[in-house]
């Protein structure tokens, strides 16, 4: 049984060099119930068991790294000794279209796989996805889960995938290289929030006391790190109509954030040519001024990584605050052979407290449980006090500035789309230009 503190989970930190990560997404702290670990009686009652004692192999199709689910698959086979969990591993920019494939001709060779949370309506819609609202699943879910992560996971009221991670931003900076450039700190507090025209002031300044990165995003040129700027510019999500299969990507909103995004790289201010496996890296080594990431990224905390604070993610003066939400959940194949042993994994992956701290184990994300994320949280300011306060900030956020991505049957293709057009703004095209080509390709893409 594991318990709050526990030296796993600390050994497990200090591997990490910190406390999260999306690239997304610290291991767990059970519950103090001995016949238990940690969850809802719901869940502890749902997952007591395991399914048959047939042995049976379930097969992972998981995004990016085989590491990252090392703790999960390792604590569920404790749990379940007659389930064995193997991985096969597809790369984030891969992922979609080896769903797509192979589940188009029925694949059964796989069981469970990774499917980002803004995916499920275009997945459900397809049939890619297993109906979890008719399965037991569905009565854990909203027992254990927070809403808003349930309804991002929702395809017409039904629930499609079992939210296993959640995620917001904040805004890392480098103190040595603020107090060279003689900048203040930005506050902990959202009510003190800078704006976009606050940081850009302030990262030109570090520049030009010589860091050689004033600003970096995460996820350069991915919606999910982009969105937040046009909903804060008032641009909406970028889809509209009643089906959101309209695209709306050139009006006011979107140009004003897209200029300002077209700014930093323009002025040097961010860099250009660096993706988002290597982003990490600039603040990490303390290349970096400031850096807008998910909450508690291990690379903050290895040899070479400076003094670092946290504070709010940024907004447009005269806009709104606005930061993203959602993260991987996982999608159970409908095709699979093996049905009871992956429900009993999506369950303790993501209803069952300490299965769930487990899946955040090697890629820390703050969790859609409502028990466990005030447990990762503790665990995170414990192990890292640079980081404290980060909790109470993320719990603001995530009731007051969350915005989802649409849950369109045609996002994948949005996704995508708009994705090269940041590209080619980041790269230097006129935001104009790179705009009224997405809008054209859109309408013609999502007309069908």
């Known amino acids: 049984m594991r318990t709050t503190g526990s030296p796993r989970w600390t050994r497990g930190l200090a591997v990490a060099c910190c406390v999260l990560g999306s690239t997304a997404a610290l291991s767990a702290c059970g519950g103090s119930n001995k016949d238990s670990r940690g969850g809802s009686p719901a869940a502890a009652g749902a997952s007591t068991q395991a399914a048959?004692?047939?042995?049976?192999?379930?097969?992972?199709?998981?995004?990016?790294?085989?590491?990252?689910?090392?703790?999960?698959?390792?604590?569920?086979?404790?749990?379940?000794?007659?389930?064995?969990?193997?991985?096969?591993?597809v790369p984030f920019e891969n992922l979609n279209d080896v769903v797509q494939s192979r589940l188009s001709q029925k694949d059964s060779s796989f069981d469970v796989y990774d499917a980002d949370q803004p995916r499920t309506a275009a997945l459900a819609a397809r049939g890619f996805l297993m109906n979890l609202s008719e399965t037991p699943y569905g009565a854990l879910a909203k027992q254990n889960l927070f809403a808003q992560s349930v309804v991002a996971s929702s395809y017409q009221g039904q629930i499609f995938s079992a939210p296993m991670w959640s995620?917001?931003?904040?805004?890392?900076?480098?103190?040595?290289?603020?107090?060279?450039a003689g900048v203040t700190p930005p506050s902990h507090d959202p009510a003190q929030r800078w704006t976009w025209e606050q940081l850009y002031d302030a990262a030109q300044k570090t520049r030009k006391a010589g860091s050689q990165c004033g600003f970096m995003f995460d996820q350069p040129d991915r919606y999910y790190q982009l969105q937040p700027l046009v909903e804060s510019a008032g641009g909406g999500s970028g889809l509209s109509g009643a089906d959101l299969r309209t695209p709306d990507v050139t009006n006011a909103g979107w140009v004003k954030a897209m200029d300002f995004y077209s700014k930093l790289y323009a002025s040097k201010v961010s860099p250009r040519g660096v993706p988002a496996e290597q982003s990490r890296a600039l603040f990490a080594t303390g290349k970096c001024a400031f850096f807008l990431g998910v909450p508690a990224i291990p690379d903050f905390n290895g040899p070479?990584?400076?003094?670092?604070?946290?504070?709010?993610?940024?907004?447009?003066?005269?806009?709104?605050?606005?930061?993203?939400?959602?993260?991987?959940?996982?999608?159970?194949?409908p095709n699979t052979k093996n049905k009871d042993a992956v429900l009993k994994f999506v369950e303790y992956a993501t209803t069952d407290v300490d299965g769930n701290l487990a899946s955040v184990a090697d890629n820390p994300n703050p969790t859609p449980n409502v028990k466990a994320l005030p447990q990762f949280f503790a665990t995170v300011e414990k192990g890292q006090p640079q980081l404290t306060g980060l909790g109470d900030l993320i719990d603001y956020e995530l009731q007051h500035t969350v915005v989802h991505r649409p849950p369109s049957t045609g996002y994948i293709t949005f996704e995508s789309t708009i994705g090269n057009a940041f590209a080619d703004i980041r790269n230097g095209q006129p935001v104009k230009a790179a705009l009224d080509k997405a809008q054209k390709e859109l309408g013609s893409e999502l007309a069908h």
Not at 167 to 180: P, W
């Open 167 to 180: 995620s917001s931003q904040v805004l890392y900076y480098n103190k040595a290289l603020l107090k060279k």
């Open 52 to 89: 048959g004692t047939k042995p049976v192999t379930l097969t992972f199709l998981a995004c990016c790294s085989a590491d990252q689910m090392k703790t999960l698959i390792k604590d569920f086979q404790v749990k379940y000794p007659n389930i064995t969990v193997k991985q096969e591993i």
């Open 304 to 333: 070479k990584a400076p003094s670092y604070g946290f504070a709010p993610h940024p907004y447009f003066q005269g806009g709104k605050p606005a930061t993203p939400s959602d993260s991987f959940a996982l999608g159970v194949n």
